[in-house]
């Protein structure tokens, strides 16, 4: 079934250009599970070959990850946290994940947004804490949009040089999405060692309020 979904949002972006980017990247900030590596890396090769532009990717790119966090955001704010936990089942949300983001959104709050924006997994569950959590759509939309864009740029960049020494990825979608998650686990650790640093600093700099307590 997998393989089948990959070849149909491949040929999303093949056909759809720009569309199918903004579509899928929307799809991939949701509960959908569209792995972006299916969608921002042969775009980038397109866009090597004149049919679309590089910054032209990663702005669709961005731009369908904000919409679909978006729509998760003001779903969640309006449904609550009730509703999803008795039908999140049937649309691959846990509760015990659920909670997990919930935590992270409460303990680490708009950098912690942002950050999960460059984690896989979390960056599709993000949303919907910080929608139930009320957080300001404004600030939700900032972060949102900055940790999109340095993803799309990332995944754009270093899926371009993957589809250039290897295009014949190109015939064989599943066989892209496992190289990108191969070579690419280097883009996961530092954007965790980001994250862990940013962590340290909140609960350092977080010690002498609570002493003072």
């Known amino acids: 079934m997998l ?11 093949r056909d759809g250009g720009y569309l199918g980017v903004i579509a899928l990247m ?8 569209v792995p972006s590596e299916i969608v921002i ?3 980038a090769y397109w866009a090597a070959q004149g049919r679309m532009t590089f910054s032209g990717v990663i702005l ?23 509703v999803i936990l008795r039908w ?20 680490y709050g708009v950098g912690g947004v942002f950050f999960a924006r460059l984690l896989p997994v979390i960056r599709h569950l993000i949303s919907i804490p910080a929608g139930i959590a009320r957080m300001s759509f404004g600030v939700f939309s900032v972060v949102t949009t900055l940790g999109a864009l340095i993803w799309c740029t990332v995944l754009a960049w ?14 064989d979608p599943e066989a892209l999405v496992r190289m990108m998650k191969d070579e690419g686990h280097w883009i996961a650790i530092a ?6 640093l940013y962590f340290l600093v909140m609960r350092l700099t977080s010690k002498p309020a609570a002493d003072t307590v």
């Not at 393989?3 to 972006?13: A, C, E, T």
């Not at 040089?161 to 015939?171: R, S, V």
């Open 158 to 171: 270093f899926g371009g040089k993957i589809t250039a020494a290897h295009p014949d990825l190109m015939n």
């Open 88 to 107: 999140g089942k049937y649309v691959m949300i846990k509760p015990d994940a659920l909670d997990r983001a919930e935590r992270f959104v409460k303990r």
């Open 41 to 43: 890396p042969p775009a």
């Open 3 to 13: 393989h089948g979904l990959l070849q149909v949002w491949f040929g999303w972006v």
């Open 60 to 82: 669709a790119g961005t731009f369908g990850s904000w919409l679909g966090s978006a729509i998760s955001y003001w779903v969640s704010r309006w449904i609550g946290r009730a």
């Open 26 to 33: 929307a799809m991939e900030s949701s509960i959908l599970p």
């Open 191 to 196: 954007a965790l060692v980001l994250c862990l």
